[in-house]
């Protein structure tokens, strides 16, 4: 396909195709004459990935070229890989003020309950600490008996992620999948939460008889 068809169908502008082509992310076409180049399914997947990345994942160029970069290098194993592309994603937060080592104990206590790995660089590490620094700031911490039903039910939610992206084929459908369902799938989390609190409370406070 021309590059306006390529626009067509990936609903890129051919401006910023070519932004793309000239900055690397895009690999080029075949070249078909001086002026023209074809471009195949490949690079409406490409560009697919591209947009979920700066669009849903909210990345600058920069953050894509090396997401991008280790989805294209067969060296880099599928859990790096997918390190890269869920790293660039996930917010540290700040330091977490004078609750910081407290609740740096606590994320740690529950990594280890959990019995995860992870890496020490993980910003999800240092994000649940400002996270949990912030709510013993403000006197509402949660218990240890709702942290752990937390990382329960987020341990079974990250098993099911993994099992889903397991059964996919090609390194670039797994990258695209990881990262669509992981920042739309917080989204869809957090709305199911809030539809089961609501079921919840009407249970456990039900409103009297008029």
């Known amino acids: 396909m ?15 195709i070519k932004y793309y082509l000239r900055e690397g992310l895009l690999h080029r076409g075949e070249t078909t004459s001086p002026n023209q180049a074809r471009y195949d399914e490949s690079h409406l997947r ?13 990345l600058p160029i920069a953050v894509v070229r090396d997401v991008l970069l280790a989805v294209d290098d067969p060296e880099i194993g599928l859990h790096r890989m997918l390190g890269r592309t869920m790293y660039a994603v996930t917010g540290a937060g700040d330091g977490g003020g ?11 206590a529950l990594v280890d309950h ?5 890496s020490d660089k993980a910003p999800a590490l240092a994000g649940a600490r400002s996270v949990l620094a912030r709510m013993h700031e403000l006197g509402h911490a ?38 669509v369902a992981t920042v739309l799938g917080d989204a869809l989390l957090a709305a199911l939460r809030r539809l089961a609190q609501e079921s919840h409370s009407a249970a456990r406070y039900p409103a009297p008889n008029q």
Do not use: Y
């Not at 021309?2 to 910023?16: I, M, N």
């Not at 947009?51 to 994942?57: F, K, Y």
């Not at 039903?149 to 670039?172: P, Q």
């Open 46 to 58: 490409r560009l697919r990935l591209i947009r979920a990345l700066v669009e849903v994942g909210g």
């Open 2 to 16: 021309r590059v306006s068809e390529l626009s067509r169908s990936s609903e890129v502008p051919v401006a910023t």
């Open 142 to 179: 949660p218990s240890e008996d709702t942290l752990r039903r937390w990382a329960e039910a987020a341990d079974r939610i990250g098993e099911a992620d993994l099992e889903a992206i397991g059964r996919l084929t090609g390194r670039e459908r797994v990258a695209e999948t990881a990262l």
């Open 98 to 108: 004078g609750f910081a080592e407290r609740a740096e104990a606590q994320v740690r």
């Open 114 to 118: 959990s019995g995860w790995t992870v």
